[in-house]
Structures are given as C-alpha cells and as structure tokens.
C-alpha cells in the first residue's frame, strides 16, 4: 500500500478524503491535524476519535502554534496587514505553514503522497500545491474533493452511506479554526446579497456591557494584555481573544480577487486580530515617522498580497520581513481600547516615544521648536514650484 499523508482537520472534505483514499483507493494514510491553535483539548481528543474510526493508519497532532506566530502572524501584525482593509489573513496565512509543516512530516516518513481537501474553486489548492512542488517537488499530490468536483452534499451523502457520524448539520458550513481567526463558508457566501445565519458563526454573543482592554507592546510585539505580561506573545493573542470574542466583535465578510481570477466570498469571525491590528496600528501613528509610514503602508500590502497567494517561500519575504522587524525598534507602548457588542473603539495610547510630546508644541494651540517666521518662509519655499508654475501658464488659464 503506497502511504499518503493527509492534511486533516476533521471537518467533512478531509473526513471524506481520508475514508475515500483508503476505503475506495487502498492507500496506507496517516492524517495530520496541523494545529495552528483555537482548538481546545476536547475538540482534539473528539477529531481523532473520528480519524481512528476511519480506517486510517495513523492519526497525529502536530503543534505550531509558537513557529505560526514566529514565522508568520508577527509580521502581519508588524504590517498592519488586512486583505482589502478587511481580511486579517486569517486561513491564508495558517495554510502555508500547515503545507510547510505537512511536507516535511512526509519526508520524515518516507510517503510518496501528499492528499489535501481543497476544492477547485478556491485559493487554498494553489497554496498547497505550491509549497508541496517546492518542498517535496518528487511526491504525488492528492486531492479528491478538487478531482471529483463534489458538492458539499455529495460528501455528506457518501459519508451517511458508510455509516460516518457527524453533525452533519453543522458539516454545511466549511469552518477553519486559528489562532489568528476562523473563517465560515456556506451557502450564503457563494451568494453575493446573503450574510451568514447567527447560528453559523463560531462564537456566540454573550457580553453586551461595554469592557475596556489594554494592550501592551513591546518593540512591535504584544507584551501585556490588561497590565497582566505574556513571555509567549500566542498566549496574549489567546487572552484577547478570550476577552473580545463574546462581544462577537470581529465578524465580517470578506470580498477579494481570488489567485485563480474569480471573485469570492468567506465570512471570518477574527476578535483577536482586529484588534492587536488597529491597536499596532494606533501605536505606530504616535511613534513612526511620515516617510516610514508611508514605506511600511506600500511594502505591508505587497507582503501581504504576496502571502495570501501562496509565494510565502518567495525570498523577496524574507527580505520584507526584515524591513518590517527594523520599523518596530520605538513601537512600544499601551493601547487602551473600549469593547463593546459588535464593535469596539480606539481610546488612546501612553507611550514614552510618542512624537506628539506636548513639549514640541500642539497641533492647532501653540509651537515651541519654531517661529511664525520660520513658516512664512518654509511656506513659500514649499510651494516655489506650484506658483512658478501658475504664473508662466496663467495665459493659457485665461
């Protein structure tokens, strides 16, 4: 029997993956949950009870949370990076490490396949492929949901055939769970009118008194959550998350230009990373300067394009990603933050780096570092140019 390593995550397409390739196609297949973190030790314990029940060889939890954050959410955050102002990321981003991760483990046990659930019609199949012909360009790639083009319905037929117990209620919706968000897909975002049911979001709203956060950063990184410090940045991210989620902030929908040139829709539900962004965001406005500002605004969207298409093995990332670590040496600083249902609001921040020190001068009220003179002259040499410019092709005005 040729092995296979399957990407699993015990939602229906790599269910159904993992009961097609050894039930129907006879392939030895070790499933990996590539846990990217937002599972809870439960949620583990019941997906490998279901794997098992499968008839696969071999089921294995593989956690990467520390080098997710390490390798990948940490410059995210350092490029305040939202997919059309909108999407932090949050499957595209967990993909390529889950890919990266799966491919080594296939090396390590010498399979000659590598099987993933994507469809034909989404991002993640290019993400997966990519990584895989560049890490292990020798091995087979397996994708049954993509080459059979099933529908949902179908999966969930053939799996009641072969006696899979599931919610299969739930098994509507393709949910994906990280640290760093969930994204819910269903019918209603295939439409371009319809938003998702309250039921279908992960997170049910529970708090509706208003809550005030503070973060805490540490050259760019999230150091503190509510005067309590973190070691593990993850650990923070989690705290957060914990706090905002209830409030069912984070809820959205996002539109954007697939890598295969059609239009799609996912609904996220991300508390955590909206926050820490706007946050990071905030901070950096008080503490960057206009033209690193203005850099950092050009370059983070390039990055993060570049990610959410796959090219994250791309060595012009490596050379973005130090750019974006050496604008955080002065990002230090609190963020206070107002938590309310659905929504929530920057205050302000503290910060011993913040360029708007009052001894300089304020904006509208009073200067210090200059004289009006010293405008006077800056203004019209400021604007040499323009009027020189006015004045020769006045006639042509007239």
Known sequence: MKKVVLAYSGGLDTTFCALHLSKDLGY???????NTGG?????????ENRANSLGIASFKVLDVTKAYYQEVIKYLVFGNVLKNQTYPLSVSAERILQAKTLAEYAKNIGAKCVAHGSTGAGNDQVRFDMIFQTIVPDIEIITPIRDLKLSREQEITYLKEHGVVMNFEKAAYSINKGIWGTSVGGKETLTSNLTLPESAWPTQVSKTEPESIQIGFEIGEISAVNGVSYDNPVDAILKIQEIAGPFGIGRDIHVGDTIIGIK??????????????????????????????????????????????????DPVMRNLEAFLQSTQEFVSGTVQVQLHPYRFQLVGIESKHDLMASKFGSYGEM??????????????????????FHQVNRHEED
């Not at 030895?28 to 590539?34: D, F, G």
């Not at 599972?39 to 997906?47: N, P, R």
């Not at 990373?273 to 969207?301: C, D, V, Y």
């Open 367 to 388: 200067n210090k570092g200059y004289t009006g003179e010293d405008v006077k002259g800056f203004t019209r040499i400021l604007g040499n140019q323009m009027a020189i």
């Open 39 to 47: 599972f809870s030790a439960q949620e583990l314990a019941d997906i």
């Open 28 to 34: 030895e297949v070790h499933a990996v949950l590539i």
């Open 264 to 313: 799609g829709r996912v609904g996220f539900e991300a508390a955590a990373p909206l926050i820490i962004i706007k946050a990071h965001q905030l901070l950096e406005k008080h503490t960057l300067t206009k033209w690193q500002t203005f850099w950092k605004n050009q370059l983070s969207e390039f990055y993060g394009n570049h990610l959410h298409e796959g090219h994250y093995l």
